[in-house]
């Protein structure tokens, strides 16, 4: 039994509390294994909020970021072509100017 996409729990949810036997919110919520959050927001809007996307930083690569993207920015307007993957020159080339 394959499983059914956020829609369509919604789907159920919003049949089995708006439907002839009206469901409570916690039986729904243990009937289809979701929070009962997740009920209120299936009882207030047909469609499921969007994924939150993370927010996330570099903190070791901060202080490297601006010479990383003048490197990449050279690479791409050079036109020539690159002598090996992209991540490789980076990593060598940022080796080499750290290097005493």
Same mark, same amino acid.
């Given at each position: 039994m394959r499983k059914l =996409? &956020?829609?369509e729990v919604f789907e159920q949810i919003r049949r089995a509390h708006f439907g002839p036997e009206k469901t409570p919110i916690r039986e729904l919520s243990r009937t289809f294994n979701v929070h009962r959050r997740t009920v209120r927001q299936a009882l207030a809007s047909p469609v499921p909020p969007d994924r939150k996307e993370a927010v &996330?930083?570099?903190p070791a690569l901060g202080p490297f970021m601006s =010479?990383?993207?003048e490197w990449l920015a050279s690479d791409a307007t050079a036109g020539t072509p690159l002598n090996g #993957?992209? #991540?490789m020159r980076v990593v060598v080339g940022f080796a080499a100017s750290t290097t005493p």
């Open positions: =996409t &956020r829609v &996330r930083n570099a =010479t990383i993207d #993957p992209m #991540p």
